[in-house]
C-alpha cells in the first residue's frame, strides 16, 4: 500500500495539478494587488500610475484578468475542469507574455534590459520557467494519450 501512495504522490497527474496550484497562487497574488494596491503594485515595477484611468486599467488587466485565470487554474488543479484544458491555457498565457516580453526588446533595443528594474529581470525569467514547466507537464500527461510507454 505504501508503494502505492508513493507512486499516485509523484505521478504526472501530481506534476501537472502542483504546476497549476502554484500557478494559481502567483495570480492570486497578481490579481489581489491589481485589484487593492495598484500604485504600490505598478510603483514595485517602476511604473506610475497617476489617475483614476492608470488605476481602472491595471485594476482590469492585472486585477480581473488574474482573476478569472486563477479561476481556471484551480479548477484544473482540484478537478472542476479538465487539467490539460487548464494547462494549454497556462502554457498560452505564459507564451504570450513571454512573447510581449521579447518583442519589447527586439522593437526597443536589447540594451534596455540592463536599465529595467530587479523584479521585471526576474519576471522574464519566471515566465519562461513556468512556460517549461508548464510544456512537460503536457508532455508527461498526454503519454498515456499518445500510445507512449507509462513512465516507470
Known sequence: MGLKRAAIRYSPDFFQ????GLSALISAWIAYHGL???DAFMASLHIAVDDPV????IRG????????????????????LRTSTALILLAALYGGVLLGRISSLT????????DYPQILKLAHGMDAIGL???LIALVRG???HCGLPAET
Do not use: H, M
Open 132 to 134: 517549461l514547466l508548464t
Open 107 to 114: 522593437f526597443d533595443g536589447w540594451d534596455v534590459f540592463a
Open 36 to 38: 487593492f494596491s495598484p
Open 54 to 57: 492608470g488605476r481602472n486599467e
Open 17 to 20: 495539478r502542483a504546476v497549476l
Open 142 to 144: 498526454d503519454r498515456k
Open 61 to 80: 488587466q492585472y486585477g480581473g484578468f488574474f482573476v478569472a485565470v486563477c479561476i481556471v487554474l484551480l479548477g484544473g488543479a482540484v478537478g472542476w
